[in-house]
């Protein structure tokens, strides 16, 4: 989103600089989207949503910060989040990207600025996913900028998709953008010192990308959460794994994700010795 504003670049680079949000990961310099993405920077995806919603709309800069966040918010609405998807399925779950009126209503008129919901910039604080968004998140991505509604039922009789299952939304983000998220995604799970590396399936020639979370639980132990899709290139399945109260997502989600992508993809799952896979 930051990229179809135009505030960032592919190359843009920000410091991790722990002063303005913890970064969990010890890493190399992000000085670029792709190292941002591989190393799960916090501090960068903080100063990248800072410029995003703090554009000088408005000499006023609790206005400047509202006018900012209300339009962060209909982009990310634009992915499926916020808003039920219009499942096959009953008792879905809308989930929440919160307004500029949503704090307005807990805080009170121009009461509230950037440094009030930066947790957002990192996927935390008000917001609101469910696992079905998530990985229809993912379809989005692997399909350059675009969804279909998810549906359980692929046909009645000899009837395709009922029509509302075959059109395509498209983000509020040009499909021309996606390259630039892509390859940092494949670099979290292929790349030795990559977040996700559990889930690669390298050894089959089969590139991932992925992207792992931490869930912040205030009942007990994070809970871990990792999701991708594969082959990169080609994708054919789009994934969500949250695994409640295992900590970091990449050490017990991303492995299970991997299981899940190497049986959908190759109809069964190789014995091996790798870490994290017990077979
Ligand atoms: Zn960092």
Partial sequence: MALQLGVVKPYTAFDCNQKLVKCTHDHERPSNVSIAIKNSCNPYFYQVMRAAVLRGQSPNRFEDARLGLGQWQKMVKSFGLGE??????????????????????????????????????????????????????????????????????????????????????????????????IPGMQQVVDSKGGTGNLASLAQFGISVAGKTGTVQNPHGFDHATFAAFAPAQDPKIAIAVFIENSGFGGVSAAPAAGLMIEQYLRGKVAPTAKPGKTG
């Fill in 84 to 181: 039920k998807l219009g499942v096959d399925m009953s008792q879905e779950k809308r989930g929440l990207i919160p307004s500029p009126d949503y704090y307005d209503k807990r805080l009170g008129h121009h009461r509230w600025n950037y440094k009030t919901v930066y947790s957002l910039s990192i996927g935390q604080g008000e917001i609101g996913i469910t696992g079905l968004q998530m990985a229809n998140v993912l379809a989005t991505i692997a399909n350059r900028g675009y969804y279909y509604t998810p549906h359980f039922v692929r046909g009645i009789g000899n009837g395709g998709p009922l029509p509302e299952y075959q059109q395509r939304h498209y983000t509020a983000v040009d499909t021309t953008l996606f390259k630039y998220i």
